[in-house]
């Protein structure tokens, strides 16, 4: 059965570029947004006009394939480095307050960091098991360490939920698993419970109004929405029904899902496909009814040598442009680019 389709165009609202290849944007408040880039000390605070507020160099190790990552406490007091062989926290002004070494991590691996309070938390490697460390930020003594079930297996990273006492922490390893973890805060330390619906789902969003989460596909699956905090299974899309009578790009190659799906708002999702494509879903029935065409987000069509499709060549596939997407408050979206540049689009009302 078809549904109606529409393609939305969208021009640039704001754009930001440094010359540097962007590794990460976080978007820390309702004010700022920090840039790290890729083999680059340099880290860049925007804000939503993308204009820059700070930039900073603090002296981060890279190598063996392991990328330095920042996080910044939302109140933008205080930010963190975690490297190869380093976590490190630094107040806003650049002064070093703490330094935890640890063992290098493994090629492609390592650890984010996460603020909830006075408190943060990230984990090192360590031969009995990777420990997860709830430390203060106030004197920086370790609150606990707990250990987890892998040691060097997993890349880890933190993300913040609607409840202030529980926070996220995903587990990647690479191609094999993937799994989710809620973690509580407490006075005193912290309890860990595997959210085990979620295996080999990657962590998409929250919804806006925090009741639920939608993940995306670690393999061929669909996108899954899940209750939160209870992390049962809400509604799903398979691929095959969302690319149903989706032949706008024809080629030999079939577009598929990638890692990327969030909310625009409680009614509506976006995910990024492997062609570079932006579908919109609607929550409630589960269905694809349009796609944003983003200025400056050119698809470019591939013969089977892998070069640029000349007139009359058949078409092996397509690739596009997009890098991360990210909602950007109410009614814009952030997206990197692979050429490096940062892009903020305004939503039409016509959809959200």
Not at 321 to 329: D, F, I, S
Request: glycine residues 8%.
């Amino acid at each position: 059965m078809m549904h109606s389709f529409v393609q939305y165009h969208l021009p640039v609202a704001f754009s930001f570029s440094s010359g540097l290849k962007i590794l990460e944007t976080a978007i820390v408040n309702d004010e700022l947004i920090v840039v790290t880039f890729s083999n680059s000390a340099q880290i860049v605070a925007l804000n939503y006009d993308l204009e820059p507020v700070w930039t900073k160099e603090p002296e981060m190790a890279f190598g063996n394939y392991v990328y330095p990552r920042v996080t910044v406490r939302q109140d933008s007091s205080m930010f963190c480095t975690s490297d190869i062989n380093h976590v490190k926290f630094y107040s806003v002004d650049g002064t070093l307050l703490a330094s935890f070494p640890h063992e290098e991590w493994y090629s492609f691996l390592g650890s984010g960091c996460h603020f909830s309070g006075d408190v943060a938390l990230f984990v090192t490697p360590s031969p009995g098991g990777d420990k997860l460390m709830l430390v203060s930020t106030v004197d920086f003594s370790v609150i606990q360490e707990y250990t987890l079930d892998g040691y060097q297996e997993y890349a880890y990273g933190f993300h913040a939920t609607s409840a202030p006492d529980l926070v996220f922490m995903d587990l990647a390893a690479g191609q094999d698993d993937t799994r989710l973890f809620k973690i509580r805060i407490q006075p005193d330390g912290m309890e860990l419970s595997e959210l085990t619906a979620c295996n080999d789902e990657i962590f998409g969003a929250f919804a806006p109004s925090g009741k639920e989460f939608v993940t995306a596909p670690h393999y061929g699956e669909g996108i899954k929405v899940f209750s939160f905090p209870g992390g049962m299974q809400l509604a799903e899309i398979m691929q095959k029904t969302l690319f149903e009578g989706r032949n706008e790009y024809p080629a030999a190659n079939d577009d598929s899902l990638e890692y990327q799906v969030i909310y625009l708002n409680d009614d509506v999702l976006l995910t990024v496909t492997r062609f570079g494509r932006l579908l919109l879903i609607k929550r409630d029935e589960m269905l694809c009814f349009g796609e944003l065409l983003l200025e400056g987000n050119q698809l470019t069509a591939y013969n089977m040598k892998g070069r640029a499709v000349q007139e009359g060549e058949e078409i092996e596939d397509y690739e596009g442009e997009v890098g991360a997407v990210k909602l950007l408050g109410e009614g814009r979206i952030l997206v990197g680019y692979r050429d490096g540049s940062l892009r903020v689009y305004e939503l039409l009302n016509k959809f959200l």
